[in-house]
T-cell receptor
Framework: DAGVTQSPTHLIKTRGQHVTLRCSPI?????VSWYQQVLGQGPQFIFQ???????GRGNFPDRFSARQFPNYSSELNVNALLLGDSALYLC???????????????FGPGTRLTVL | SQKIEQNSEALNIQEGKTATLTCNYT??????LQWYRQDPGRGPVFLLL?????KEKRKERLKVTFDTTLKQSLFHITASQPADSATYLC???????????FGAGTRLTVKP
């Protein structure tokens, strides 16, 4: 089975632009989470979706939004990009949602976003 | 304030020795704690999950302990190998916010 896939692999944008990142979970996984990882730090939670509904949100501004589609794939959108948004954006899927992130997270390779 | 601290940014050990990594947390009461491995340019890979009512869990050469009184987890790799060189992250679930918080990670280097 294929693991979590993310596209694109790398992306370069300029300040003020908008970006859409995509994630396909492992087949059969219904929960998708998004994380931002700045160099030298651990991943920081942005969103979790389960069955197309938002089930958790981290401490990120409203410029960040996401959605989950009927096939359980997901998009992360970031508007009005800032230099500080430069990071590795990770998507993780898990097979179930038990009311908290207690399930094993299977991470994708990430999208490296650079904002100039 | 809430914090997750991993003992050091980097740990260097000799092949064959036991590596011990520490994860301390304050002002959290996690029901679960997880350990992940991350190689450069890649996403984290799940290693072990330990629940608050479990003191210890093992998987092959890996062992994790969880002391909710000390608010600390220890992660051990026995008979370490150069292939174990990576960054190791601990993560706590944050209820009821459906959130998971990661430490900054410890970069382990195992020298032959």
């Amino acid at each position: 089975d294929a693991g979590v896939t993310q596209s694109p692999t790398h992306l370069i944008k300029t300040r003020g632009q908008h970006v859409t990142l995509r994630c396909s979970p492992i087949s059969g996984h219904k929960s998708v989470s998004w994380y931002q990882q700045v160099l030298g730090q651990g991943p920081q939670f942005i969103f979790q979706y389960y069955e197309k509904e938002e089930r958790g949100r981290g401490n990120f501004p409203d410029r960040f939004s996401a959605r989950q589609f009927p096939n359980y794939s997901s998009e992360l959108n970031v508007n009005a990009l800032l230099l500080g948004d430069s990071a590795l954006y990770l998507c993780a899927s898990s097979p179930t949602f038990t009311g908290g992130i207690a399930d094993t997270q299977y991470f994708g390779p990430g999208t490296r976003l650079t904002v100039l | 304030s809430q914090k997750i601290e991993q003992n050091s940014e980097a740990l260097n050990i000799q092949e064959g020795k036991t590596a011990t990594l520490t994860c301390n947390y304050t002002n959290y009461s996690p029901a679960y704690l997880q350990w992940y491995r991350q190689d450069p340019g890649r996403g984290p890979v799940f290693l072990l999950l330990i629940r608050e009512n479990e003191k210890e869990k093992r998987k092959e050469r890996l062992k994790v302990t969880f002391d909710t009184t000390l608010k600390q987890s220890l992660f051990h790799i026995t008979a370490s190998q150069p292939a174990d060189s990576a960054t190791y992250l601990c993560a706590l679930d944050i209820r009821p916010y459906n959130d998971m918080r990661f430490g900054a990670g410890t970069r382990l280097t195992v020298k032959p």
